[in-house]
């Protein structure tokens, strides 16, 4: 395919009332380069505004926690508080300014909050007191969640959207993927609730309504408002295609300005029948397929996905709108422009055995393809 060929690919696309310019976006990826608080650094402006001036049409950043108990990592950005909002403001400015759409994943991390040896004895917040593996070979019990903890969660996500529009940014993301907060609210293996919160459909997707309901109060008409759905759990009992294909039709457009699809939990991507599922080439395109089907709204699609051809053909069938690189893009900031110019030749690969950006999250995400040079700075940001 020559790079002309690469027509959809670069054509625009109406997320809400705002325009993307064309259909690659950078897809939410912890790189860490935050403060211990939770701060936005230069380091995390530049990560970010590098990878916008790349030329793709939206940047959707790491999960940003809404406060202290839905935080992970020890370098995850958070956004509770007005005196944040400076930092991520630059951020914002330095995405835009790139001609990207700036968008923040926001999370309530639940019962995967960290540091991990304080929540062993502080409260992990989940629907249900029921125990999970944290990692292989540590097993951790959350607490069930009381209605005042639900009612702080829900306000504390509308608080972080108003603060991210505060910010600049062009909308916010929700997290409700991955076993974090909202999606164990959605599944049967982690709710076992018998209150409103909890039993039949309408009780495990309730907290996800009311996030969507609280966060749409809280900001302007033209903010983007996009979900990160679980599409399958991949486990026996869990949340289903068929329940997240069931939630996008009953969503509808109200409120809602994109979905993005994703498959598993950290708990079930690490069963024997779903190991390695990272490493395999479109490996949650069938289950966005699913969901693009069964929604008018804007559906990202995601996951070992870097070939153009490929995503010219996935656009070309309709299957999805837009596509979403995360390791390519760390690895190569450039990715799309040197795809439409035709030398995709000197793309850097993004194709590890280990995944050094999954290892080094801790301490600053780094990425095994970059030149030695940007390794010893730390990041990818400008001049390189
Ligand atoms: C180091 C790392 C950190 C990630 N962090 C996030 C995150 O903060 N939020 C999220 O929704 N997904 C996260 N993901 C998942 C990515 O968004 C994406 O779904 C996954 O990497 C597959 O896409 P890719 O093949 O384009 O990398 C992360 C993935 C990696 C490798
Ligand atoms: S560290 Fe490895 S897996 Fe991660 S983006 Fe770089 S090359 Fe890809």
Same mark, same amino acid.
């Given at each position: 395919?020559?790079?002309?060929?690469?027509?959809?690919?670069?054509?625009?696309?109406?997320?809400g009332?705002?325009?993307?310019?064309?259909?690659?976006?950078?897809?939410?990826?912890?790189?860490?380069?935050?403060?211990?608080?939770?701060?936005?650094?230069?380091?995390?402006?530049?990560?970010?505004?590098?990878?916008?001036?790349?030329?793709?049409?939206?940047?959707?950043?790491?999960?940003?926690?809404?406060?202290?108990?839905?935080?992970?990592?020890p370098?995850?950005?958070?956004?509770?508080?007005?005196?944040?909002?400076?930092?991520?403001?630059?951020?914002?400015?330095?995405?835009?300014r790139?001609?990207?759409?700036?968008?923040?994943?926001?999370?309530?991390?639940?019962?995967?909050?960290?540091?991990?040896?304080?929540?062993?004895?502080?409260?992990?917040?989940?629907?249900?007191?029921?125990?999970?593996?944290?990692?292989?070979?540590?097993?951790?019990?959350p607490?069930?969640?009381?209605?005042?903890?639900?009612?702080?969660?829900?306000?504390?996500?509308?608080?972080?959207?108003?603060?991210?529009?505060?910010?600049?940014?062009?909308?916010?993301e929700?997290?409700?993927?991955?076993?974090?907060?909202?999606?164990?609210?959605?599944?049967?293996?982690?709710?076992?609730?018998?209150?409103r919160?909890?039993?039949?459909?309408?009780?495990?997707?309730?907290?996800?309504?009311?996030v969507?309901?609280?966060?749409?109060?809280?900001?302007?008409?033209?903010?983007?408002?996009g =979900?990160?759905?679980?599409? %399958?759990e @991949?486990?026996?009992?869990?949340?289903?295609?068929?329940? !997240? $294909? #069931?939630?996008? +039709?009953?969503?509808?457009?109200?409120?809602?300005?994109?979905?993005?699809?994703?498959?598993?939990?950290?708990?079930?991507?690490?069963?024997?029948?779903?190991?390695?599922?990272?490493?395999?080439?479109?490996?949650?395109?069938?289950?966005?397929?699913?969901?693009?089907?069964?929604?008018?709204?804007?559906?990202?699609?995601?996951?070992?996905?870097?070939?153009?051809?490929?995503?010219?053909?996935?656009?070309a069938?309709?299957?999805?709108?837009?596509?979403?690189?995360?390791?390519? =893009?760390?690895?190569?900031? %450039?990715? @799309?422009?040197k795809?439409?110019?035709?030398?995709?030749? !000197? $793309? #850097?690969?993004? +194709?590890?055995?280990?995944?050094?950006?999954?290892?080094?999250?801790?301490?600053?995400?780094?990425?095994?393809?970059?030149?030695e040079?940007?390794?010893?700075?730390?990041?990818?940001g400008?001049?390189?």
């Amino acid at each position: 395919m020559t790079a002309a060929s690469f027509s959809r690919l670069s054509t625009p696309l109406r997320i809400g009332r705002s325009t993307m310019r064309n259909r690659v976006l950078l897809a939410p990826m912890s790189v860490g380069y935050a403060n211990r608080d939770g701060g936005a650094t230069r380091a995390m402006a530049e990560h970010y505004g590098r990878r916008a001036q790349g030329g793709i049409g939206m940047v959707i950043t790491e999960n940003v926690a809404v406060n202290v108990a839905g935080r992970q990592m020890p370098l995850q950005p958070m956004l509770a508080d007005p005196a944040a909002v400076p930092g991520f403001a630059a951020v914002a400015s330095e995405i835009r300014r790139h001609g990207a759409l700036a968008v923040m994943q926001i999370v309530h991390a639940g019962r995967y909050a960290g540091p991990w040896d304080v929540y062993e004895q502080a409260r992990r917040l989940a629907p249900s007191a029921v125990a999970f593996p944290l990692t292989p070979g540590r097993v951790a019990m959350p607490a069930e969640m009381t209605l005042a903890e639900i009612e702080a969660s829900v306000a504390a996500f509308a608080n972080t959207a108003k603060l991210a529009q505060d910010a600049g940014f062009d909308g916010v993301e929700l997290h409700a993927a991955q076993g974090f907060l909202i999606s164990s609210f959605l599944s049967p293996r982690m709710n076992r609730r018998a209150d409103r919160y909890g039993g039949d459909f309408a009780g495990r997707t309730r907290l996800l309504h009311e996030v969507l309901q609280a966060v749409r109060a809280a900001v302007a008409a033209d903010f983007i408002v996009g =979900l990160h759905l679980t599409s %399958d759990e @991949l486990a026996a009992g869990g949340w289903t295609l068929a329940d !997240a $294909v #069931r939630l996008v +039709g009953e969503l509808g457009s109200a409120g809602l300005d994109f979905v993005m699809p994703i498959v598993a939990t950290f708990e079930t991507m690490r069963m024997p029948e779903n190991d390695g599922l990272m490493g395999h080439p479109v490996f949650q395109h069938a289950q966005a397929r699913a969901i693009k089907a069964a929604t008018t709204l804007p559906v990202f699609t995601n996951g070992g996905i870097s070939d153009p051809a490929l995503i010219e053909r996935i656009l070309a069938d309709e299957e999805a709108d837009a596509v979403g690189l995360a390791r390519p =893009l760390f690895a190569d900031p %450039d990715w @799309l422009e040197k795809v439409r110019d035709g030398s995709d030749i !000197a $793309v #850097r690969r993004c +194709g590890c055995e280990t995944q050094l950006c999954l290892r080094t999250q801790l301490t600053g995400s780094q990425c095994q393809s970059w030149p030695e040079a940007v390794r010893a700075r730390g990041f990818l940001g400008y001049g390189a």
